[in-house]
């Protein structure tokens, strides 16, 4: 049994990693701000939810105790800065800081879900912030794996409006169009899930692209 720390777990990619592991019997942790998400199904109750801010580890470093993996699946296509919110310290600093203290906890495996293209009209700092943390992690004493999706469809989705939404598995059910897009081919909730577990579990290569993780979420 591998005991598995997801950080972002209530959120669109990291809850459905916390329903693999529960599913195959493994011990699941999750922190996130919102904690524990509206979901009414029997999985959801065998995952230990922690509701905290990744900004004060000292609320949530206790989670890494005995944890062989961690996943971050955290990250904003939209800032308010007045709030905090912002795509160098959410989609940068927020994932360094966590791969520190997993460093620190002696955890074997970080994987960390970062993207392989600036979605249309947001800043280039959405995609430097991304690139930056994934030159940080890479120095650390870790198992550092970095995955590159897409753009990430499913239900639950809520960075995109349905109507995008639904394009993007338009466009993933045409192959000959989704196969031109290259690095900007939409992916499954479910592939890109399933790549991020499986990879927890064996931290073959250390960077992942749409078409490893295609291969690999399978």
């Known amino acids: 049994m591998t005991t598995l720390l997801v950080v972002g777990g209530s959120g669109f990619i990291g809850r459905e990693v916390c329903r693999l592991a529960v599913r195959d019997g493994n011990e699941v942790r999750s922190v996130s701000r919102g904690g524990r998400p509206s979901i009414d199904a029997p999985w959801a109750e065998k995952v230990s939810w922690t509701s905290a801010d990744l900004f004060r580890p000292d609320t949530w470093r206790n989670r890494l105790d005995g944890v062989d993996a961690v996943v971050h699946a955290v990250g904003t296509i939209t800032e308010s800065p007045a709030a905090g919110t912002t795509f160098e310290r959410v989609n940068g600093d927020a994932a360094i800081l966590t791969a520190l203290e997993a460093e620190r906890a002696g955890v074997g495996t970080f994987v960390f879900l970062s993207a392989s293209v600036r979605p249309p009209g947001v800043r280039n700092a959405y995609l430097t ?3 930056r943390a994934e030159t940080a992690i890479a120095d650390l004493a870790v198992d550092a794996v970095t995955l590159r999706p897409g753009p990430v469809y499913g239900s639950g989705q809520s960075h995109f409006p349905r109507a995008v939404d639904e394009l993007f598995r338009l466009i993933a059910s045409v192959p000959p169009i989704a196969d031109r ?18 990879t927890a579990l064996d931290p073959a290569e250390s960077l992942l692209d749409v078409d490893d993780i295609r291969a690999i979420g399978s």
């Open 129 to 131: 912030a991304k690139r």
């Open 181 to 198: 897009l290259g690095e900007r081919r939409p992916l499954a909730v479910d592939t890109v899930a399933r790549a991020t577990y499986r």
